[in-house]
């Protein structure tokens, strides 16, 4: 039996993550599916004043919904992402990221 996961945008839904909020549409698990989640991300320049490194432990794709993020690959490509961008960053990029306007960008890890 297939399952149908549905969400509007909500700034009650979300909630603490590792770094900004997170508001899950589908977790990590959900029917019985421990690789496939996705949701929206909410991140301020002010929770990440700095430049932060993050490693990619799943495939992960997304969309700047809006804001604007700056993402390098480490020995790879930069990518400016404003509204409306989109990227796919594979399972074990090295990945250095740069919040520059408050966020929210939808991601989908599988």
Known sequence: MSQVFHARHDDNAFEPFELGKVQWLRRPGDNGNEALSAGLWKV???EAPEPFDLPIHQ???I???SGHLHIEVQGG????????A???LSKGANTRWTVLEPTIEFFVYS
């Open 44 to 46: 301020t320049p002010e």
């Open 86 to 88: 989109m990227a796919s």
């Open 59 to 61: 495939d992960e794709t």
């Open 63 to 65: 969309c700047i919904v």
């Open 77 to 84: 490509d930069t990518f400016d992402l404003p509204a409306g």
